[in-house]
């Protein structure tokens, strides 16, 4: 079945509030440390609980944004860090039509590559010893899903601070869906964006969408 997206909204940095620390780096930091310490403090149930909502969250996104996920890549990760764990989600996308990928680091300031992954993929350890698939040619994703430590009401995305995605979702012609996914308690009033940090498209966490462009 031919894919006819629906009408994609724009991506465009929009303006925070507030004034940046001085030391940016030492906030962000800082704030990750937090973040990590209040994620890592959920219970298993927990976690898994809000992943099972925003899976929900996803189907129906997808549902108004195409006619079918027949041909569709969509890339997501393998979790670490008391991360949301969508990979059921994942594994029921090749039922639907749609090609699931996981993401690999190539190498430091570098984008990131994809591959495609089912259960039964081989996998082997990758840089930062997160498992990534053994074989494969690389496939472009139309859409990424972004585990998000940090988010704000812009859109924008506090991550480990290696700048993966932002590289990747700068290097992919045409740009790929940013789907940000995460917990609503990690919400900021702002990351203090900086020129290289790109907003997501959407935000989705366990209580509903948090951001969406029109």
Do not use: C
Not at 68 to 82: D, R, T, V, Y
Not at 131 to 160: C, K
């Amino acid at each position: 079945m031919t894919i006819r997206p629906k009408a994609a909204p724009a991506r465009s940095a929009m303006p925070q509030p507030g004034t940046a620390p001085t030391d940016l780096a030492a906030w962000r930091a800082a704030t990750r440390s937090r973040l990590l310490t209040a994620r890592a403090s959920l219970s298993t149930a927990s976690r898994e609980a809000a992943a099972a909502a925003i899976a929900t969250q996803l189907d129906a996104l997808l549902a108004q944004r195409f006619d079918s996920l027949q041909g569709l890549i969509i890339s997501a990760w393998w979790p670490i860090k008391a991360e949301l764990d969508l990979r059921f989600w994942l594994a029921s996308l090749p039922a639907r039509g749609a090609t699931a990928a996981l993401p690999i680091v190539a190498g430091p300031k570098t984008p990131l590559t994809f591959r495609a992954w089912t259960p039964e993929t081989p996998m082997q350890r990758g840089i930062w010893n997160i498992p990534v698939p053994a074989v494969g040619a690389e496939i472009t994703p139309q859409i990424t899903l972004s585990p998000l430590l940090g988010w704000d009401s812009a859109g924008f995305r506090l991550g480990y601070g290696g700048g993966y995605f932002d590289r990747t979702l700068a290097s992919v012609t045409p740009s790929p869906i940013a789907i940000g996914i995460g917990l609503a308690s990690a919400q900021l009033p702002t990351i203090f964006p900086q020129p290289y940090d790109i907003p997501m498209d959407y935000i989705l966490t366990e209580t509903g969408p948090q951001h969406l462009h029109p």
